[in-house]
């Protein structure tokens, strides 16, 4: 194992605080571009992210994986998959901001990891450890007890948690760095989405060109706001630990929850305080656990560097199957609301 030298170790931890921290303040931005709906930003999204990435890649003449991309067939179904799942999180996050439901939504945020963990368990048979199992019933137990406060079942938290962790589990199978996931992915929603944005013109419903150029130039800016995050995402992934981006990963939810509550003066009753209570409590159980199993993984491959030649092989392969271990629990994702 290599470390990285202290300077570069400083630049991925500011890229990683602008990611996440950008990515936690867009909810500042999307109330902006009213009056144009939830459907028609998320057209615009698409659109404006493709020409943005695309512009990118060309500059960076990043353009190999594509043809190798069109020759795998189940591969590109994995991405039309991606594209379609993060649609839907994309376009019911716009909404859930711009119709007074921050909170809400970054709850989706916070169950999360807890739901990937489960997924894993579901579709992957993958076996928790016991703080794994006490933290996702802790999290159903927060559900329960925010429906009850609520009055009904959270369903933008679970859509958004569940829609993201199918995402991520997708991502996963198809290993695409993230500009080119994301180039490829809205490529996809490309053609859908100029189309709808054209047959809303013609209605005479569109916002684009009837709100003058500020707004038109807000609408295009959702390019910038989709793709910048996910190029500090990336100059962070390669410079810092594993562990480390996923601590930094919780700065999101938080600052979408503190804009909710003091920004957007959204309502939480105690019956919400005491669910973000067990989601957090959940959280903390799940980070002491993946910190523990890092450490001890840490331990047994600088043991077995230090071995002997003869079981040097097998026990740092043991071991890194050990770091492998954990960070297939709650990671880092490569885009975000």
Not at 73 to 82: H, M, N, Q, S, Y
Not at 87 to 113: C, D, R
Not at 301 to 314: F, K, M, N, Y
Request: aromatic residues 10%.
């Amino acid at each position: 194992m290599t470390r990285k030298p202290r300077g570069e170790r400083h630049i991925g931890l500011l890229n990683g605080f602008a990611a996440y921290g950008m990515w936690g303040l867009v909810p500042l931005y999307w109330p902006l571009l009213k009056p144009a709906g939830a459907t028609e930003i998320l057209a615009h999204r698409m659109v404006w992210s493709l020409v943005f990435v695309g512009a990118a890649l060309l500059v960076l003449r990043r353009w190999a994986w594509a043809g190798e991309l069109l020759r795998q067939p189940r591969k590109l179904g994995l991405i039309t998959v991606a594209a379609t799942v993060i649609t839907v999180n994309w376009g019911l996050y716009i909404w859930a901001v711009n119709s007074g439901h921050v909170v809400e939504a970054s709850l989706g945020y916070f169950i999360n990891p807890l739901v990937t963990i489960a997924m894993g368990v579901l579709l992957l048979k993958e076996r928790l450890r016991p703080a794994q199992w006490a933290a996702v019933g802790t999290g159903c137990a927060a559900v329960v007890v925010l429906t009850i406060g609520y009055g009904r079942l959270p369903w933008i938290s679970l859509c958004l948690a569940f829609s993201f962790a199918t995402y991520g589990l997708v991502k996963k199978k198809v290993n695409l760095g993230g500009v080119e996931s994301l180039a490829a992915e809205t490529a996809i929603q490309f053609l859908p989405a100029l189309g709808f944005l054209v047959w809303l013109g013609t209605r005479g419903e569109a916002t684009f060109a009837a709100e003058g150029a500020g707004h038109a130039l807000l609408l295009a800016s959702a390019g910038i706001v989709t793709a910048l995050p996910l190029v500090c995402f990336g100059a962070a992934a390669i410079r810092v630990p594993l562990s480390t981006i996923g601590l930094l990963q919780y700065l999101t939810p938080v600052f979408q929850f503190l804009l909710g509550v003091f920004y957007f003066h959204e309502e939480m009753p105690p019956e919400r305080w005491a669910g973000f209570a067990l989601v957090w409590l959940a959280l903390a159980l799940l980070t002491g656990d993946a910190l523990r199993t890092a450490r001890r993984a840490s331990r047994a491959l600088t043991t077995e560097i230090s071995a002997p030649s003869t079981t040097r092989t097998t026990g740092t392969t043991s071991a890194a199957r050990n770091a492998d271990s954990v960070a297939s629990g709650p990671g880092p994702v490569d885009a975000r609301p």
